[in-house]
């Protein structure tokens, strides 16, 4: 082979090499966080709490925002109630979770002193030097100590697609150049709301508020079911659920979420609402026949515990087992897809959810 054909050909792969590493780098990782609810309130109220993981954004304060360096887990972004009047906040991941800075120092079981301990301790280190609040939260408002140690109280699924990091770096510079006073109102400017509106932005008109559905309200379950009805529509988004788990002893396991209609009807509000009004109940229940009952959550989704929370960062590949796409994080090198009949089977068992509820 001649000189020339030879440094043809090496030229000719390198750019091929440059391309593919470049699209690779290219591409972000986030996911609407579903977070079910829990205790007394998610008895009155059992629709749950949405926030959006992001891979690529991380938190410099709980209200400053950067592109995150190697290594980072990326940060979680949601909207809260009464925490100093502040509309957005974003906490690493980890802390968010766990209430700890590494994953090797979560607790396998929690108890109520062992919880209040490590939130205690991660506010005086974190919070208080930034002069935020330490009033806790109750039954009425959000505190502080709702940003932090998540998995003590509920099991949460991370609905994970793929975002460019064009888009990631456009909402770091919205957010951080926008006023960030608080528009919390429970029904119409809550937690989802503040979600829907992130992924408006990332995706342009996939996600505008629902009149019919829940009185107009936007609930967790229901903006969760309008990503997994977009996804289908955009494969290119490879939308893919994780499941992580509530750190046992704190609290009850919690609850499974449900849309606003399907809490009227399937709890006792729905006898106080038929003696005073029976055709607003059969209104919600036929409403609840048609658009409640879908199932969101696929057979046997995988659980991340918390040294695999890396999968998050990692790009979505089909049939790519959990251990893979940890070791493809951690190393940052080319791993082997293997087959995984549980990711097949959970994504068979999401699809046969949906038309079983679009029929």
């Known amino acids: 082979m001649g000189t020339k054909k030879r440094n043809f050909i090496l030229i000719y792969f390198s750019i091929l090499a440059m391309i593919a590493a470049g699209s690779t780098t290219a591409c972000g990782q986030a996911a609407l966080l579903l977070e079910e609810p829990y205790g007394f309130f998610g008895l009155l109220n059992p629709t749950g709490h949405?926030?959006?993981?992001?891979?690529?954004?991380c938190a410099e304060t709980p209200t400053r925002l950067r592109r995150c360096q190697p290594g980072e887990l990326g940060s979680v972004i949601s909207r809260y109630g009464g925490v100093?009047?502040?509309d957005w906040l974003a906490i690493p991941l980890i802390p968010y979770l766990y209430s700890v800075e590494?994953?090797?120092?979560?607790?396998?079981?929690?108890?109520?002193?062992?919880?209040?301990?490590?939130?205690?301790?991660?506010?005086?280190?974190?919070?208080?030097?930034?002069?935020?609040?330490?009033?806790a939260g109750n039954?009425?408002?959000?505190?502080?100590?709702?940003?932090?140690?998540?998995?003590?109280?509920?099991?949460?699924?991370?609905?994970?697609?793929?975002?460019t990091r064009e888009q990631d770096d456009a909402l770091i510079?919205?957010?951080?150049?926008?006023?960030?006073?608080?528009?919390?109102?429970?029904?119409?400017?809550?937690?989802?709301?503040?979600a829907r509106t992130i992924l408006e932005f990332y995706f342009?008109?996939?996600?505008?508020?629902?009149?019919?559905?829940?009185?107009?309200?936007?609930?967790?379950?229901?903006?969760?079911?309008?990503?997994?009805?977009?996804?289908?529509?955009?494969?290119?988004?490879?939308?893919?659920?994780?499941?992580?788990?509530?750190?046992?002893?704190?609290?009850?396991?919690?609850?499974?979420?449900?849309?606003?209609?399907?809490?009227?009807?399937?709890?006792?509000y729905a006898i106080p609402m038929t003696l005073v009004n029976p055709y607003l109940a059969a209104c919600v229940f036929v409403d609840y026949l048609?658009?409640?009952?879908?199932?969101?959550?696929?057979?046997?989704?995988?659980k991340l515990a918390p040294m695999e929370l890396a999968v998050l960062t990692v790009p979505a590949v089909r049939?790519?087992?959990?251990?893979?796409?940890?070791?493809?994080?951690?190393?940052?090198a080319p791993s082997n897809p293997v087959a995984d009949p549980a990711t097949q089977e959970a994504e068979s068992g999401l699809k046969e959810g949906l038309e079983k509820h679009e029929q």
Request: net charge positive.
């Open 102 to 135: 590494k994953a090797e120092e979560v607790p396998h079981r929690v108890n109520r002193a062992d919880v209040r301990a490590l939130r205690e301790a991660y506010r005086e280190i974190h919070f208080a030097p930034l002069g935020m609040s330490d009033r």
């Open 173 to 194: 510079a919205r957010l951080n150049d926008s006023r960030n006073v608080t528009h919390f109102h429970l029904l119409y400017s809550n937690c989802s709301d503040y």
């Open 84 to 86: 100093d009047g502040l």
């Open 204 to 268: 342009p008109g996939g996600f505008h508020r629902s009149i019919l559905s829940d009185a107009g309200i936007t609930t967790p379950k229901q903006l969760t079911y309008k990503l997994v009805r977009w996804s289908r529509k955009h494969p290119e988004a490879k939308l893919d659920v994780f499941e992580i788990p509530q750190v046992p002893g704190y609290r009850r396991l919690s609850r499974r979420n449900k849309n606003l209609v399907e809490s009227f009807t399937t709890t006792p």
């Open 139 to 163: 039954l009425l408002r959000d505190g502080w100590d709702q940003l932090v140690g998540v998995s003590y109280e509920r099991r949460i699924f991370a609905f994970r697609f793929d975002t």
């Open 319 to 332: 049939n790519e087992n959990a251990a893979d796409a940890a070791l493809q994080a951690r190393s940052a």
């Open 50 to 57: 949405n926030a959006i993981y992001f891979a690529n954004i």
């Open 290 to 302: 048609a658009r409640g009952r879908v199932n969101l959550i696929p057979r046997n989704p995988r």
